[in-house]
């Protein structure tokens, strides 16, 4: 009974290791191995639909990816330069404001000409910025042409020398809220782009006061290599350092590293991974089972992790900082236990456990104590659920759920233990939290391809992350500072 469960564990419904299968009590682990390089190896195209929006619905009477209605968020302007050479940061810039959802973004035609106010010139305010005053001469920003055009907020970026000054203007105020001066390395340097992604959200933090989500990364797996991607679909990179089949990839807390499991001999071993040089150590203990899904505990010190043996599937943790001190969270016995992800504050784990017969979602302490149903379902009704992941608010675990047949994504409020389904167009699975909490990247078909999309759950918007089909267990980053975001 212990081997059946520990493969049904390991192939689960798309969650972050493989697809459920069961086999009988007489195969062993070269069965185990052989069906998870299969289903990594296995993933073409599906069968192309002819909607790609969603059309469910979530709290709050928005409708996922039907309508998105603009309008309801602050309107900024990117005010039109020529010249200046920086026509490639306006652009990265731009679309990082929009890809945030926070304003609604209002191009205009190129030229100088629609900035210019004859009746008002600038003054000092007191905040160190300019103000508009009437009488003035011509130069200052037109401050109600901007605001009948439905323009909250205008984002001027200019070249001071070799720096860039982003400034931020107050429509309503007539006046400039922030400049930010920044040197922006060359546009050949590895890190512009991280660089300029830094740039719009000090941007957008000085116009409503919340960090941005632009300077991030998400990670994925696809043909069973672990690749990087910036949060707006551009700068892909190969980033796992071995040629053989490795996932479940895993951000550390502080961005710098990474984990993700690696095939060798019919185990899984778990690997910790510098973001900026490549180097990769092997974390102390893994390599003598199958293990796989690597969590990082928020202060990066500890790791939970699943091992499935001939006895079963279960959770450990190890001290990662000092590479010791293996310690057991769960015991199987009949049942398997996955897929670990930390609270915030790093005093719980959500995981999977099959203990009621199907995946559901459970809790239990960090130290594997009080162990309780999470997400609710109703037994003999709801489907299986996997792939949990702890939002950085604290407030919610997103997870995926099987629905009539097909993987959707849920997400699960913390506090009330109520469960609210996000999509219902195709099949979607392996959510991850971006910094903010209001993102999620996961993995869908419903371009007819499983692909990388992003939702924001405020507005239902959902936008294509990446357009190339079979990726797959996809991690978002936390934010990445200057010292984070360096390129292998």
């Known amino acids: 009974m212990g081997r059946r469960h520990s493969l049904r564990a390991v192939l689960l419904l798309g969650t972050k290791t493989m697809k459920r299968r069961t086999v009988g009590r007489s195969d062993g682990r070269k069965v185990i191995v052989a069906a998870v390089l299969v289903s990594l190896l296995s993933f073409g195209p599906t069968v192309r639909r002819s909607d790609g929006q969603d059309t469910s619905a979530i709290d709050r009477g928005v409708r996922i990816g039907i309508i998105y209605r603009p309008g309801v968020r602050p309107g900024l302007v990117m005010l039109p330069r020529t010249g200046q050479g920086l026509d490639s940061v306006r652009v990265i810039v731009a679309r990082d404001l929009d890809y945030g959802d926070r304003f609604e973004v209002i191009t205009l035609p190129g030229g100088d000409s629609i900035r210019l106010a004859s009746t008002t010139g600038p003054r000092r305010s007191s905040a160190g910025g300019s103000t508009a005053t009437k009488g003035a001469t011509a130069g200052a920003l037109n401050y109600p042409l901007y605001q009948a055009l439905g323009a909250d907020f205008a984002l001027d970026i200019t070249a001071a020398g070799d720096t860039t000054v982003a400034t931020l203007h107050d429509i309503a105020a007539a006046s400039v809220r922030r400049s930010v001066r920044v040197q922006l390395p060359r546009s050949s340097d590895p890190d512009f782009r991280q660089a300029v992604h830094r740039l719009a959200d000090q941007a957008l933090q000085a116009a409503i006061g919340t960090p941005g989500i632009a300077a991030t990364r998400i990670l994925f797996v696809k043909d ?26 895993a951000w550390g807390a502080d961005g710098r590293r990474f984990a993700y499991m690696e095939f060798q001999a019919g185990k899984g071993w778990l690997y910790l991974q510098e973001m900026g040089s490549g180097k990769r150590t092997a974390v ?47 015991v199987g016995r009949f049942s398997d236990n996955l897929s670990p992800t930390f609270s915030p504050d790093g005093q719980r784990i959500a995981f999977v456990s099959t203990r009621p017969g199907l995946p559901q979602i459970y809790v239990m302490a960090a130290d594997g104590t009080d162990q309780q149903l999470f997400a609710p379902f109703d037994y003999g009704v709801t489907g299986a659920s ?29 506090r009330t233990r109520t469960v609210r389904q996000l999509t219902s167009v195709g099949r979607n699975e392996d959510p991850t939290w971006a910094p903010d909490s209001r993102h999620l990247a996961f ?15 405020d507005t239902g918007r959902i936008r294509p992350l990446l357009q190339q089909s079979g990726a797959r267990l996809p991690a978002w980053s936390p934010r990445l500072s200057e010292a984070t975001s360096s390129t292998p």
């Not at 419903?446 to 759950?457: E, M, P, T």
């Open 284 to 330: 102390a203990t893994t390599g003598s089972a199958l293990d796989f899904t690597p969590a990082f505990s928020p202060d990066g010190q500890t790791m939970a992790f699943s091992r499935a043996t001939e006895e079963g599937t279960d959770l450990y943790t190890i001290n990662i900082k000092n590479n010791c001190c293996l310690r057991r969270l769960t």
């Open 386 to 414: 996997n792939a949990p992941e702890w939002s950085p608010d604290g407030q919610s675990v997103a997870f995926h759920r099987d629905v009539a047949g097909t993987l959707q994504v849920f997400v699960l409020d913390v």
């Open 443 to 457: 993995v869908s078909d419903r371009s007819g391809y499983r692909q990388l999309w992003i939702i924001d759950l």
């Open 224 to 249: 069973g290599k672990v690749y990087r991607i910036d949060q707006d679909g551009a700068d892909q990179k190969l980033v796992s350092s071995t040629d053989r089949q490795a996932m479940s990839p």
